[in-house]
């Protein structure tokens, strides 16, 4: 294409996987000039990409207040098209439209409006009435914009059809995920977990299960990923007889501790604001070639149920999930059969080098001003 885009995400690190990994990546590829302003420590120029730093101030309503900075940043890169990441900068990305005269994308990763109502940091039931009125708002007045990315599919809620649009799912990328070890081959006796750790996410209910599912095979739940909420390190730390913490990792060191694990598990709660969306963790479990065992949330029971690549469970018993890790480390050719069923489906359909035809799909529309 030979042409030039400005990336800008205010709550993202610069090496966001679908910040970085994913899109700016795959659009240097293609031949454009990609230029990346977020959250990072340095200026540099990595995998064809120019990263801008805009650090991120640690209190919440300070970066509120200087969100002003992406529209000077946008406005100090000339370039063919913009493409951004949050609701919030929603406003300044209209201005940014306007003085630029040039087209924008706005790429939406969440349900922002079930965020809000589930968000404990905001108090009273007032604040939030107040911020989800707001986000509704914002979302409708996105229309403006010249495209519209999303990560799962709720385009009808905002009537974002109207828009040249895709869903671009975070599926995993082939060449970060090489040939795993099936169950059966692996030295470690590891059920893992990877995100961010709360109980809203299933912590108690996956210490409790593997507790009890130690009692009947050797097993250990692996933990990968930083705790979001108060309380939850000095759980993990009460039960290390049974829980391996590795912390947060970069997706390299991430990756080569996944090699580990036999079995993917993922409870979340209907409170946690994650219902409706499409976990990328399901599909690295998938990539990883171990079976899986999650909650029976609608937006990927479907995906395990068709892929047969794992089990449902409804409800939050902790005795249901333990009777499956049992299940599957005393039966390893069904682990085997299920893990390799997801690793297929990965392989032939799930992977990001299928879905980011989209992407580039959807920017050869608006850059040649054609309509969907």
């Known amino acids: 294409m030979g042409k030039s885009v400005c ?94 005269r040039k087209p924008v994308i706005f790429d939406i990763h969440e349900d922002f409006e079930v965020q809000y109502r589930k968000a404990r940091w905001l108090a009273g039931r007032p604040l939030k009435f107040v911020l989800v009125s707001i986000s509704r708002l914002l979302l409708f007045i996105s229309c403006i914009f010249d495209g519209i990315v999303l990560a799962f599919d709720y385009r009808r809620k905002y009537l974002f059809d109207k828009k040249p649009l895709c869903i671009l799912r975070n599926y995993p990328i082939k060449n970060m995920f090489g040939r795993f070890p099936y169950p059966d081959d692996k030295k470690g006796n590891y059920v893992l977990y990877t995100g961010g750790i709360s109980r809203r996410r299933g912590i108690e209910e996956m210490i409790e299960a593997v507790r009890i599912a130690n009692k009947r095979v050797d097993v250990k739940l692996l933990l990968i990923g930083k705790p979001i909420e108060a309380g939850i390190l000095p759980l993990i730390e009460a039960n290390r007889d049974i829980v391996d913490y ?57 995906y395990i149920e068709e892929t047969d690549s794992g089990f449902i469970i409804d409800g939050f018993e902790p005795t249901c999930y333990a009777e499956k890790i049992v299940y599957l480390f005393k039966n390893k050719d069904e682990a085997r059969r299920l893990g390799a069923n997801g690793r297929y489906a990965f392989e032939t359909h799930f992977n990001w080098e299928a879905e980011s035809k989209k992407l580039l799909a959807l920017y050869d529309r608006i850059l040649k001003g054609e309509d969907i």
Request: charged share 25%; glycine share 6%; with cysteine.
């Open 246 to 302: 590795r912390g947060f990792l970069d997706w390299k060191e991430a990756v080569e501790i996944y090699r580990i694990a036999k079995v993917g598990l993922y409870i979340v709660h209907p409170t946690s604001g994650l219902a409706g969306n499409l976990p990328n963790k399901i599909f690295e479990y998938m990539a990883m070639g171990i079976p899986i065992i999650a909650s029976g949330e609608e937006s990927w029971r479907r």
């Open 7 to 100: 990336i800008l995400t205010s709550t993202h690190p610069a090496t966001d996987v679908r910040v970085f990994y994913r899109e700016a990546r795959t659009l240097a590829k293609r031949g454009l000039r990609v230029s990346v302003f977020a959250d990072w420590d340095r200026e540099e120029d990595r995998d064809g990409v120019r990263i801008y730093p805009v650090r991120k101030p640690k209190n919440r309503f300070v970066r509120i207040l200087l969100l002003y900075r992406f529209l000077i940043n946008g406005l100090s890169c000339p370039a063919d098209i913009y493409h951004f990441h949050e609701l919030e900068l929603v406003p300044f990305m209209i201005i940014l439209k306007i003085l630029s």
